[in-house]
């Protein structure tokens, strides 16, 4: 079955590169917390092999980011990289801008920003909230709830011991558990090596303002995960329903599919882009 999915994919891919040859899309793709560009390697080398364009950031104190996350106290100090990488793009340049886990937080801030430069945003297992942590009710949707495992967190302090947590990494033990269950294991191994602790006060202080609706001027599109352990089934539609995206799909994946469905993800990002080859979007009303 799963050799049938992968065929389908592949076909599908062939069929976009003959339909339009001489233009390709440039994603951008943003990881979430704890990760880094390292993430989506799978996934460039898929898009780069059919001729696609591919940037991966690393956010501040992620992947090769020398920062500490403990150092980081506020969202745009995490974020600057993605702003200072859309700024720098021509103004007649667009992208597909793709957000996993935390990352969707990302995503919705440039698209706050710089509306006019991204033609889709699309969120992978993702934070997907129009205006960020603003109520009690955005951090019960966006905020992962992993008690049900245990003490699963390494906290660091950078403001005290007797201050609120700075940052957090998921314990080793639980890493596979709860992040890569149904991932590969050299992936879940690899992870293991490079996932580094997450700047969480800054993530959890991420508040936007809506600016004469240029949010809404992006379309957006959200893949679930169905075996999810970190951002729960519930969580993503609770999103969805509050903040329509223009379509939504579905992975049997855990909570990264970058490594437990590459093939299937990346048909999914190649359907986006062929979607929108030659198409207006508008989105539904919110």
């Given at each position: 079955?799963?050799?049938e999915?992968v065929?389908?994919?592949?076909?599908?891919?062939?069929?976009?590169?003959r339909?339009?040859?001489?233009l390709?899309?440039h994603?951008v793709?943003v990881h979430g917390?704890g990760?880094?560009a390292?993430?989506?390697?799978?996934?460039?080398?898929l898009?780069?092999?059919s001729g696609?364009?591919v940037?991966?950031?690393?956010?501040?104190?992620?992947?090769?980011?020398?920062?500490?996350?403990?150092s980081?106290?506020?969202?745009?100090d995490?974020n600057?990289?993605?702003?200072?990488?859309l700024?720098a793009l021509?103004e007649n340049?667009?992208?597909?801008?793709?957000?996993?886990?935390?990352?969707?937080?990302s995503?919705t801030k440039?698209?706050?920003k710089f509306a006019?430069?991204?033609?889709?945003?699309v969120y992978?297992?993702?934070?997907m909230?129009?205006l960020?942590?603003?109520t009690d009710e955005d951090?019960?949707?966006g905020?992962?709830?992993?008690?049900e495992?245990g003490?699963v967190y390494?906290?660091g302090?950078?403001?005290?011991?007797d201050k609120?947590?700075t940052s957090?990494?998921v314990?080793?033990?639980f890493?596979?558990k709860?992040?890569?269950?149904?991932?590969?294991?050299e992936?879940?191994?690899?992870?293991c090596?490079l996932?580094?602790?997450g700047?969480i006060?800054?993530l959890?202080?991420?508040?936007?303002v809506?600016d004469?609706g240029?949010v809404?001027?992006?379309?957006?599109m959200?893949?679930k995960?169905?075996?999810?352990?970190v951002?729960k089934?519930e969580?993503?539609e609770a999103?969805?329903?509050?903040?329509?995206?223009f379509s939504?799909?579905?992975?049997?994946?855990?909570?990264?599919?970058f490594?437990s469905?590459?093939?299937?993800?990346?048909?999914?990002?190649?359907?986006a882009a062929?979607?929108?080859f030659g198409?207006?979007?508008?989105?539904?009303?919110?």
């Amino acid at each position: 079955m799963k050799e049938e999915k992968v065929m389908a994919v592949s076909e599908e891919k062939a069929d976009i590169r003959r339909t339009i040859p001489s233009l390709k899309e440039h994603f951008v793709l943003v990881h979430g917390i704890g990760g880094g560009a390292w993430c989506w390697y799978k996934i460039r080398c898929l898009m780069e092999n059919s001729g696609y364009k591919v940037s991966c950031i690393d956010l501040k104190s992620a992947g090769i980011d020398q920062s500490h996350a403990d150092s980081l106290l506020s969202f745009d100090d995490y974020n600057q990289p993605l702003m200072d990488f859309l700024s720098a793009l021509p103004e007649n340049e667009q992208v597909i801008l793709v957000g996993h886990s935390a990352g969707g937080l990302s995503v919705t801030k440039a698209c706050h920003k710089f509306a006019k430069k991204i033609s889709l945003a699309v969120y992978v297992a993702a934070t997907m909230l129009k205006l960020g942590f603003s109520t009690d009710e955005d951090l019960k949707h966006g905020v992962p709830d992993l008690s049900e495992f245990g003490d699963v967190y390494q906290l660091g302090f950078g403001l005290g011991e007797d201050k609120p947590p700075t940052s957090a990494l998921v314990k080793k033990e639980f890493q596979r558990k709860i992040i890569y269950h149904l991932s590969p294991h050299e992936d879940s191994t690899l992870a293991c090596m490079l996932l580094r602790p997450g700047p969480i006060k800054a993530l959890t202080s991420a508040r936007f303002v809506e600016d004469d609706g240029e949010v809404e001027k992006v379309p957006r599109m959200y893949i679930k995960t169905s075996q999810d352990h970190v951002m729960k089934a519930e969580q993503q539609e609770a999103m969805i329903k509050r903040w329509p995206p223009f379509s939504v799909y579905e992975l049997d994946s855990d909570h990264s599919p970058f490594f437990s469905t590459p093939f299937l993800l990346f048909g999914l990002l190649v359907k986006a882009a062929t979607l929108h080859f030659g198409c207006s979007f508008t989105n539904p009303p919110s």
